[in-house]
């Protein structure tokens, strides 16, 4: 099928069967919903054994030979793209959208609709809550920050309003079986009674902890499953790992249909690039494992290894909705875990509020010692 032919085989998905109008998918179902007429569109499910087959994680050679464009037909598809002039971020827009602003620095997103060849997600996890209720965390999130500026309430309803954008962000998750020898000691707490004299001359006894030490070794060994890495430069695995707390066991095999009303960044860190931030979690991982199998009340890990085996991943899309607002000259970044609607966000502090805070909580010590005579 020519690429013509596709993309006008997914607008037709994307259009309301009784009047033709778009639709846009209705978070935490699995309908699409037509703004004009207002029919419910079902997105059509896959079984279990169809799910589980789509979803199997591929072999990270297999990417390998795709990003080289051996297995093409497979992996790849083209869609369009619109890319922000200021901070670089790709986006995958519907075709219907002409104006928009960025979600990752709030600019203007100057929107030039172009075809680029990009590889096809595995799955993606749906969005779970609706714009509505995204709106009102952020708004309940706003009135708990302590120490912000009193205007900031005003700056976050004002750009969060039209700034709240709902998005999808690319992962590589990969699994791996993980065997790893090490060397180290394990140190056990054991108390020696000691007599020391007080300043008055009188004297006592007191415990002193030690640690008596012992060399170990030993061998642990463990399946690793869907380390999470975000493939997006604009937003930082620091912050990726703060939204972190996705069900997996929602994911559903990638279909366009669940896109639709919302914004798509493509891969921008391949599969590579993300394995070598993956090796560092299964590197912490790997030594809370020795440090469990060493025991005791203290261990030192002297030496260990990591035998990877196994190696899977699959690319898959995970929903945030974002907002960014500009406070005096200076950008911040507000997440929202689509899924579980939890907000997590970047924000100022009111210097006035820290400094008469801090000097109040002077004045009291001082007049409470002054008070006690100490």
Same mark, same amino acid.
């Given at each position: 099928?020519?690429?013509?032919?596709?993309?006008?085989?997914?607008?037709?998905?994307?259009?309301?069967?009784g009047? *033709?109008?778009? %639709?846009?998918? $209705?978070?935490?179902?699995?309908?699409? %919903?037509?703004?004009? /007429?207002?029919?419910?569109?079902e997105?059509?499910?896959?079984? !279990?054994?169809?799910?589980?087959?789509?979803l199997?994680?591929?072999?990270?050679?297999?990417? =390998?030979a795709?990003?080289?464009?051996?297995?093409?037909?497979? $992996?790849?598809?083209?869609?369009?793209?619109?890319? /922000?002039t #200021?901070?670089?971020?790709?986006?995958?827009?519907?075709?219907?959208?002409?104006?928009?602003n960025?979600?990752? /620095?709030?600019?203007?997103?100057v929107i030039?609709?172009?075809?680029? @060849?990009?590889? @096809?997600?595995n799955?993606? %996890? +749906?969005f779970?809550i609706?714009?509505k209720?995204?709106?009102?965390?952020?708004?309940?999130?706003?009135?708990?920050?302590?120490?912000?500026?009193?205007?900031?309430?005003y !700056?976050?309803?004002?750009?969060?309003?039209?700034?709240?954008?709902?998005? &999808?962000?690319? &992962?590589?998750? &990969?699994n791996?079986?993980?065997?790893?020898?090490?060397?180290?000691?394990?140190?056990?707490?054991?108390?020696?009674?000691?007599? !020391?004299?007080? #300043?008055? *001359?009188?004297?006592?006894?007191?415990?002193?902890?030690?640690?008596?030490?012992?060399?170990?070794s030993?061998?642990?060994? *463990?399946?690793?499953?869907?380390?999470?890495? =975000?493939?997006?430069?604009? $937003?930082?695995?620091?912050?990726?790992?703060?939204? #972190?707390?996705?069900?997996?066991?929602? $994911?559903?095999?990638?279909?366009?249909?669940?896109?639709?009303g919302?914004?798509?960044?493509?891969?921008?860190? #391949?599969?590579?690039?993300?394995?070598?931030?993956?090796?560092?979690?299964?590197?912490?991982?790997?030594?809370?494992?020795?440090?469990?199998?060493?025991?005791?009340?203290?261990?030192?890990?002297?030496?260990?290894?990591?035998?990877?085996?196994?190696?899977?991943?699959? &690319?898959?899309?995970? +929903?945030?909705y974002?907002?960014?607002?500009?406070?005096?000259?200076?950008?911040?970044?507000?997440?929202?875990?689509?899924? =579980?609607?939890? !907000?997590?966000?970047?924000? +100022?502090?009111?210097?006035?509020?820290?400094?008469?805070?801090v000097?109040?909580?002077?004045?009291?010590?001082?007049?409470?010692f002054?008070?006690t005579?100490?």
């Amino acid at each position: 099928m020519s690429f013509e032919d596709k993309t006008a085989e997914i607008k037709k998905n994307l259009q309301c069967a009784g009047c *033709g109008a778009p %639709l846009h998918y $209705l978070p935490g179902t699995s309908f699409m %919903l037509c703004s004009y /007429c207002g029919a419910k569109n079902e997105i059509p499910q896959m079984d !279990v054994t169809q799910l589980t087959l789509n979803l199997t994680p591929i072999p990270i050679e297999d990417y =390998s030979a795709a990003l080289a464009n051996k297995k093409v037909d497979v $992996l790849h598809q083209e869609t369009e793209i619109a890319s /922000c002039t #200021n901070c670089g971020a790709s986006t995958t827009l519907d075709s219907h959208i002409v104006s928009t602003n960025c979600p990752f /620095c709030a600019s203007p997103l100057v929107i030039d609709h172009h075809t680029e @060849r990009v590889i @096809r997600p595995n799955a993606l %996890l +749906p969005f779970g809550i609706d714009y509505k209720i995204a709106l009102a965390n952020l708004k309940k999130w706003g009135k708990t920050l302590w120490f912000a500026p009193n205007d900031l309430k005003y !700056v976050l309803d004002a750009h969060s309003v039209n700034g709240l954008k709902g998005l &999808y962000i690319p &992962y590589w998750s &990969y699994n791996a079986f993980v065997e790893s020898e090490y060397e180290g000691e394990r140190g056990d707490y054991y108390y020696e009674n000691r007599t !020391v004299r007080d #300043n008055d *001359g009188k004297t006592r006894t007191i415990q002193e902890r030690r640690t008596r030490w012992r060399r170990t070794s030993g061998v642990v060994s *463990g399946q690793l499953e869907d380390i999470l890495i =975000s493939a997006s430069t604009s $937003l930082s695995q620091s912050d990726a790992n703060k939204v #972190n707390s996705w069900n997996l066991e929602k $994911l559903v095999p990638f279909d366009e249909k669940y896109l639709s009303g919302f914004l798509a960044q493509t891969f921008q860190k #391949n599969h590579q690039d993300g394995f070598e931030l993956a090796k560092e979690v299964i590197d912490q991982e790997v030594q809370y494992w020795i440090r469990r199998d060493i025991g005791g009340d203290e261990q030192r890990i002297r030496d260990y290894d990591m035998e990877l085996s196994d190696v899977t991943l699959r &690319y898959i899309l995970l +929903p945030l909705y974002m907002s960014s607002y500009q406070y005096k000259n200076k950008t911040y970044s507000v997440l929202i875990n689509a899924f =579980s609607g939890r !907000v997590y966000g970047a924000r +100022p502090y009111s210097f006035w509020k820290i400094f008469f805070l801090v000097v109040t909580i002077l004045i009291v010590l001082a007049i409470y010692f002054a008070t006690t005579g100490s």
